[in-house]
T-cell receptor, first 109, second 114 residues
Framework: RKEVEQDPGPFNVPEGATVAFNCTYSNSASQSFFWYRQDCRKEPKLLMSVYSSGNEDGRFTAQLNRASQYISLLIRDSKLSDSATYLCVVNRAGTALIFGKGTTLSVSS | DTGVSQNPRHKITKRGQNVTFRCDPISEHNRLYWYRQTLGQGPEFLTYFQNEAQLEKSRLLSDRFSAERPKGSFSTLEIQRTEQGDSAMYLC????????????FGEGSRLTVL
């Protein structure tokens, strides 16, 4: 079983839609959680960290459920510019970040 | 440009040849990471350094792969006796040890093994 598993994509949604991505992690020792965004043929970039209490950054909301080892990312009011691959990332203390396979989002007009 | 720099950007080689990639991290970053990414997959961890010390290597990393960061600044990743399965984008990233979750990636070095 992979350490980080994500919803298979792609997600194709119209502008203005709300879309949610899910991610599960297998190692209960994981301590830190993130969502990265990767545009086509570009390098990954940090989108947001995920905190236990849940956190929001504009149209983006991240949630963490440690008991279920589950992470989510909600995007409200999707924009064309949100089209990208979203990577779920986990980290155990003293180790490097482990990336999921990514979920591709395509927002159309 | 003060971002992460990788060279060469593209490398085409024949099977069995050795290749070396270089990464220059953001200057104040003490951590440096190497990842590999193939089409449709997320970045796969290879190894990382804190200053000049190599702190972790992936169990999946073949003995043909070696990485160095001799002075705690730039790093090199060498692949010996390349195989077609080594074809991938090799990504370097750097971060501050105090902020390990925020990796700054370079644009990558694309390797094609014929």
């Amino acid at each position: 079983r992979k350490e980080v598993e994500q919803d298979p994509g792609p997600f194709n949604v119209p502008e203005g839609a709300t879309v949610a991505f899910n991610c599960t992690y297998s190692n209960s020792a994981s301590q830190s959680f993130f969502w990265y965004r990767q545009d086509c043929r570009k390098e990954p970039k940090l989108l947001m960290s995920v905190y236990s209490s849940g956190n929001e950054d504009g149209r983006f909301t991240a949630q963490l459920n440690r008991a279920s080892q589950y992470i989510s990312l909600l995007i409200r009011d999707s924009k064309l510019s949100d089209s990208a691959t979203y990577l779920c990332v986990v980290n155990r203390a003293g180790t490097a970040l482990i990336f999921g396979k990514g979920t591709t989002l395509s927002v159309s007009s | 440009d003060t971002g992460v720099s990788q060279n060469p950007r593209h490398k085409i080689t024949k099977r069995g040849q050795n290749v070396t990639f270089r990464c220059d991290p953001i200057s104040e970053h003490n951590r440096l990471y190497w990842y590999r990414q193939t089409l449709g997959q997320g970045p796969e961890f290879l190894t990382y350094f804190q200053n000049e010390a190599q702190l972790e290597k992936s169990r999946l990393l073949s003995d043909r792969f070696s990485a160095e960061r001799p002075k705690g600044s730039f790093s090199t990743l060498e692949i010996q006796r390349t195989e077609q399965g080594d074809s991938a984008m090799y990504l370097c990233a750097s971060s501050l040890a105090e902020v390990p979750g925020e990796l700054f990636f370079g644009e990558g070095s694309r390797l094609t093994v014929l």
